[in-house]
């Protein structure tokens, strides 16, 4: 079982920038890749980016490239979600997953964390 705890949510007007953080515990050793998930009121959650433990490979939905980056410190077992010139329509709780070596689908998740962006 691998446990995840986000923080670093907030409000911030468009333009601005917030840094979601991360941190797994229990067993990390497991993990292949982690990702940031969003879910804004009414919509379905939406995948954001992952990347993988241990290569750092990193993939993203169309409409944070370029303006969202994900990273991990191994040393901390933390990811974060670096998120940049931040638009109205990303306001969303962000959920940050993990995913264990040989399963398929996200099978921890963490409470998530709220991000609010103002016009």
């Known amino acids: 079982q691998v446990q995840l705890v986000e923080s670093g949510g907030g409000s911030v007007q468009a333009g601005g920038s917030l840094r979601l953080s991360c941190a797994a515990s229990?067993?990390?050793?497991?993990?292949?890749?982690m990702g940031w998930f969003r879910q804004a009121p009414g919509k379905e959650r939406e995948f954001v980016a992952t990347?993988?433990?241990?290569?750092?490979?990193?993939r993203y939905a169309d409409f944070v490239k370029g303006r969202f980056t994900i990273s991990t410190d191994k040393a901390k077992n933390t990811v974060y979600l670096q998120m940049n010139s931040l638009k109205p329509e990303d306001a969303a709780v962000y959920y940050c997953?993990?995913?264990?070596?040989?399963?398929?689908?996200?099978?921890?998740w963490g409470q998530g964390t709220q991000v609010t962006v103002s016009s």
């Open positions: 997953a993990a995913r264990t070596i040989g399963t398929p689908d996200f099978g921890s």
């Open positions: 229990g067993h990390t050793f497991d993990i292949y890749d």
């Open positions: 990347c993988t433990w241990r290569a750092a490979g990193t």
